[in-house]
T-cell receptor, first 116, second 114 residues
């Protein structure tokens, strides 16, 4: 069965510093990987996705992620963090359901705090 | 383009009651997914509807059910509410089927069981 591990529950960075959030997945086939962000009291916003091809994918808000098959990782990065990036970040793997649907399996999330 | 909308924002019920949560997908999206985000349990897949039919469900008891209407909006019904049903219920929609299709989420309904 597929699973996603986000080893860091909380991360604190200073505004302007670089950021890397870790994500490891377990999936038998080619993974479909996603990063979502959740601000307090809101739903999930898609930051970026990886399906195939270039292993470095660009997303919204200046985020990027790199897929490394050998390490089963899909880490999220941002070169310079802004105070508005404080939120909870979820990594997810998509798996095909019978009938063609897409079930997302999420990690437990990483809470990002940004110090001014 | 309007995003996924959910109503109500908050819902307070007591044990044993029934709750009905509603979701309107993005225009043109035919697939609707429901997820439960409970404290300590994370985000878990609940149900998937497509073209008016329930296509798949996660590891939840039958008292979690729902339907999808001809306009692709969806309802989630939770019967015989229990304290552990307290959670944020998120609805998501996607345009097509397939594991590569991103899901777009609403802001959720916060269900509190007293």
């Amino acid at each position: 069965a597929q699973s996603v591990t986000q080893p860091d529950i909380h991360i604190t960075v200073s505004e302007g510093a670089s950021l890397e959030l870790r994500c490891n997945y377990s999936y038998g086939a080619t993974p479909y990987l996603f990063w979502y962000v959740q601000s307090p009291g809101q739903g999930l916003q898609l930051l970026l996705k990886y399906f195939s091809g270039d292993t470095l994918v660009q997303g919204i808000k200046g985020f990027e992620a790199e897929f490394k098959r050998s390490q089963s990782s899909f880490n999220l990065r941002k070169p310079s963090v802004h105070w508005s990036d404080a939120a909870e970040y979820f990594c997810a793997v998509g798996s095909i359901l019978t009938g063609g649907g897409n079930k997302l399996t999420f990690g437990t999330g990483t809470q990002l705090k940004v110090e001014l | 383009e309007a995003g996924v909308t959910q109503s109500p924002t908050h819902l307070i019920k007591t044990r044993g009651q029934q709750a009905t949560l509603r979701c309107s997908p993005i225009s043109g999206h035919t697939s609707v997914y429901w997820y439960q985000q409970a404290l300590g349990l994370g985000l878990q897949f609940l149900l998937w509807y497509d073209e008016g039919e329930e296509r798949n469900r996660g590891n939840f008891p039958p008292r979690f059910s729902g339907r999808q209407f001809p306009n692709y909006s969806s309802e989630l019904n939770v019967n015989a509410l229990e304290l552990e049903d307290s959670a944020l219920y998120l609805c998501a929609s996607s345009a097509l089927t397939g594991a590569s299709q991103p899901q777009h989420f609403g802001d959720g309904t916060r269900l509190s069981i007293l």
